[in-house]
């Protein structure tokens, strides 16, 4: 069973762009989660999708939103972006909401000049 | 590789030897905790977990200790392999359970 794809896996924005990450998740898996790593801060809960809803949210202000589809795959968007948003954006899937077993794709190492 | 930069604790152990890694939680209240490993340029990959009603849980050549009275947690990996270099991250369920709380990490660097 092939694991969890993310694309692209490298980028690099200028400061105000706007960026979308995709994800998708392992076959049959329906919840989708998104987490910022930073060396300064390390890893973060951003928030969580399931059946096409966001379920949980972490403490990113309004330019980081995300949305999910009906096939499971997961996108996420940063709009006006800051220097402080270069990161290794993770995502994570597992079987049902709220489930403890997740499983990380290698990441997009965004880069924002 | 992916973490570059973070500035971690270093454990450094020869191979052969047995290592642990120990983590601080911050939630009295979390009732899950993971341990995850991430090789440079990949994304965290379990390793192993325990509810807060067990004291210890065994894998495969690890082993995990919680200890609820002082919130600690520690990863036991015995007959450490060049493999296992890598950083190693604990995390909780603070809330829901699909938002873990994850720790600074450790980074295992195996010699030779």
């Known amino acids: 069973k092939a694991g969890v794809t993310q694309t692209p896996r490298y980028l690099i924005k200028t400061r105000g762009q706007q960026v979308t990450l995709s994800c998708s998740p392992i076959?049959?898996?329906?919840?989708v989660s998104w987490y910022q790593q930073t060396p300064g801060q390390g890893l973060q809960f951003l928030f969580e999708?399931?059946?096409?809803?966001?379920?949980n949210k972490g403490n990113f202000p309004g330019r980081f939103s995300g949305r999910q589809f009906s096939n499971s795959r997961s996108e996420m968007n940063v709009s006006t972006l800051e220097l402080g948003d270069s990161a290794l954006y993770l995502c994570?899937?597992?079987?049902?909401?709220?489930?403890?077993?997740?499983?990380f794709g290698p990441g997009t190492r965004l880069t924002v000049t | 590789g992916e973490n570059v930069g973070l500035h971690l604790p270093t454990l450094s152990v020869q191979e052969g030897d047995n290592s642990i890694i120990n983590c601080a939680y911050s939630?009295?209240?979390?009732?899950?905790f993971i341990w995850y490993k991430q090789e440079s340029g990949k994304g965290p990959q379990f390793i192993i977990d325990?509810?807060?009603?067990?004291d210890k849980r065994q894998g495969q050549r690890v082993t995990v200790l919680l200890n609820k009275t002082v919130k600690h947690l520690s990863l036991q990996i015995a007959a450490t392999q060049p493999g296992d270099s890598a950083v190693y991250f604990c995390?909780?369920?603070?809330?829901?359970?699909?938002?873990?709380?994850f720790g600074t990490g450790t980074r295992l660097q195996v010699t030779l």
């Open positions: 994570a899937s597992s079987v049902l909401q709220g489930s403890y077993e997740q499983y």
């Open positions: 076959s049959g898996h329906r919840s």
């Open positions: 999708y399931f059946s096409e809803t966001q379920r």
């Open positions: 939630n009295s209240a979390s009732d899950y």
């Open positions: 325990i509810r807060s009603n067990m």
């Open positions: 995390a909780e369920n603070t809330g829901t359970a699909s938002k873990l709380t």
